[in-house]
C-alpha cells in the first residue's frame, strides 16, 4: 500500500461537475402566462447610506428589449416594483406601462427622505393617493425601512417597521386596494457572523456591505416581528412579503404567519436556491398556500452582480423547470460556483391547477388584471 500525500485546493477553485446521470428536462416556455411580480427595471440612481433620495430615476432596459424576452417566455406581465417617486414615477409609467398597457405594471416608492418633516404621515397616505392617481398599481417597500432608515435620514437611531409615523401609508393602501410588497430582513445567514459555519460565506465575502451582523442592526427574529405587527396593525391592506415571506428557510415560520394573517401573500423572488433545497416541504407550502402565492424573479436587466437575477430566457428557464419538471439536482443560477451556496435544487412538479394560479391567477385577482390566463396569447414568434 502506498501513502500518497493528501491533496489540498482553495474552496474557490472547487468546481464539481455532477456525475448523476438523471434527465434533464429543458422548459423553454411557461405552461401558462405569466405575471412577474418582482422585477427591477428602474430605479433611483442616488441613496445616501442606503437611503433612496430624489426622484430622477434610472432605466435599466428599454420596453423593447424587455418585450423580445418576455414574448419567448411567456410573460405577459412585468411588474417593476423600483418605480420612484412623484415626477420620477410618472416618468417610469410614462414610458413603460401606458405605452404597453398590460404588459408592464409599476410600483411606487415611498418618499424616504421626508420622513422627519413635520406631517410626514399625512403627507405619505395622500402621496399614496396620488401614485394611483399617476397609474401605480401597488407600493414597493425596500428593505430600506427597518434596515438603513434612521431618525435623521442616515444618522440617529433605526426607524422600525411598524413606526406609527407609517400607519396612514398602509392604511390608505388598504383603502384604495394597493397591494404593497414588502422586503425586510434578508436571509437569516445574513445576520450572522460571516465564519466557516456561514452557509453564505461566498456570497457574503465578494457582497460584505449584505451583512447585517452586529453593529446597531435588530436581529432577524425582530424585523420579521415588526413586519408582522404590521401587517396584525392592517387586515385590510394586502401585503406581498416578498421573497417567501422574507424567510424561504424556514417555511414553518411562514406557514404560521400565512395563517395569522389572511392579507399576507408571498412571492418566489430570488428564492428557488431555497426553495428547491426543501422539496418535499416547497411542495407541500405550494399546495397549502396555492391562492397567496406569486410567481416572481426580482430580475434586473444586465444585474451582472447577482447571476440569480439576471434577466433573460436563462433565467425563466431555470424557474419554470423548478416549478413544473421533477428533475433533480439542478443548478438554481447560471453560473458557477452557485453564486448564493454550494448547493443544488430539485423540481417541484407542481399541478398544473397550482401552476396556473401561481404564474397568473393569483397575481392577476391581487393587482386588478382582470382577465383570465386562457384570454390572452403571446404575438407570434417571428423564428
Ligand atoms: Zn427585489
Known amino acids: 500500500m502506498s501513502l500518497l500525500p493528501e491533496r489540498s485546493l482553495d474552496l474557490r477553485q472547487f468546481e464539481p461537475k455532477s456525475m448523476l446521470h438523471v434527465p434533464e428536462t429543458r422548459v423553454t416556455s411557461a405552461c401558462f402566462p405569466v405575471i412577474d411580480v418582482h422585477t427591477h427595471f428602474s ?83 395622500e402621496e399614496v393617493g396620488r401614485a394611483l392617481t399617476a397609474g401605480a398599481a401597488g407600493l414597493k417597500v425596500l ?63 465578494h457582497h460584505p456591505d449584505w451583512s447585517f451582523y452586529g453593529e446597531d442592526f435588530p436581529s432577524f427574529a425582530q424585523l420579521l416581528e415588526a413586519c408582522n405587527r404590521v401587517f396584525a396593525r392592517h387586515p385590510r391592506t394586502q401585503f406581498i412579503a416578498v421573497h417567501v415571506g422574507n424567510n424561504a428557510e424556514n417555511l414553518a415560520y411562514v406557514s404560521e404567519c400565512m395563517d395569522r394573517f389572511g392579507n399576507m401573500h408571498v412571492d418566489i423572488a430570488a428564492r428557488i436556491g431555497e426553495l428547491g433545497r426543501q422539496p418535499r416541504t416547497a411542495r407541500r407550502f405550494f399546495e397549502k398556500y396555492q391562492d397567496r402565492i406569486l410567481f416572481g424573479t426580482d430580475a434586473v436587466p444586465h444585474g451582472f452582480d447577482m447571476p440569480q437575477q439576471i434577466f433573460g430566457d436563462q433565467l ?67 423564428s
Open 43 to 125: 430605479w433611483r440612481p442616488s441613496s445616501t447610506a442606503g437611503v433612496p433620495t430624489g426622484e430622477e430615476m434610472e432605466y435599466l432596459a428599454t420596453p423593447d428589449e424587455l418585450l423580445a424576452t418576455m414574448d419567448r417566455k411567456n410573460i405577459r406581465t412585468m411588474v417593476n416594483l423600483t418605480g420612484g417617486t412623484g415626477r420620477g414615477l410618472e416618468e417610469t409609467i410614462e414610458k413603460f406601462q401606458s405605452p404597453y398597457p398590460g404588459r408592464f405594471v409599476v410600483f411606487a416608492e415611498p418618499a424616504w427622505e421626508r420622513v422627519n418633516e413635520s406631517g410626514y404621515d399625512r403627507f405619505q397616505a
Open 143 to 205: 428593505k430600506t425601512l427597518g434596515l438603513y432608515l434612521r431618525d435623521n435620514i442616515t444618522s440617529g437611531p433605526l426607524i422600525a417597521i411598524d413606526d406609527p409615523r407609517f400607519d396612514p401609508m398602509w392604511e390608505a393602501c388598504g383603502g384604495i386596494g394597493m397591494p404593497v410588497a414588502i422586503h425586510v430582513a434578508d436571509p437569516e445567514a445574513f445576520f450572522l457572523p460571516i465564519d466557516r459555519f456561514n452557509e453564505r460565506f461566498e456570497e457574503l465575502s
Open 316 to 382: 425563466y428557464e431555470i424557474y419554470y423547470r423548478f416549478l413544473e419538471t421533477e428533475d433533480e439536482y439542478f443548478d438554481y443560477a447560471p453560473a458557477s460556483p452557485p453564486p448564493q451556496g454550494r448547493w443544488q435544487i430539485y423540481g417541484l412538479g407542481l399541478p398544473e391547477s397550482v401552476l396556473r394560479k401561481v404564474y397568473f391567477e393569483n397575481a392577476a385577482r391581487l393587482l386588478g388584471l382582470g382577465s383570465t390566463a386562457g384570454s390572452w396569447n403571446p404575438p407570434a414568434q417571428s
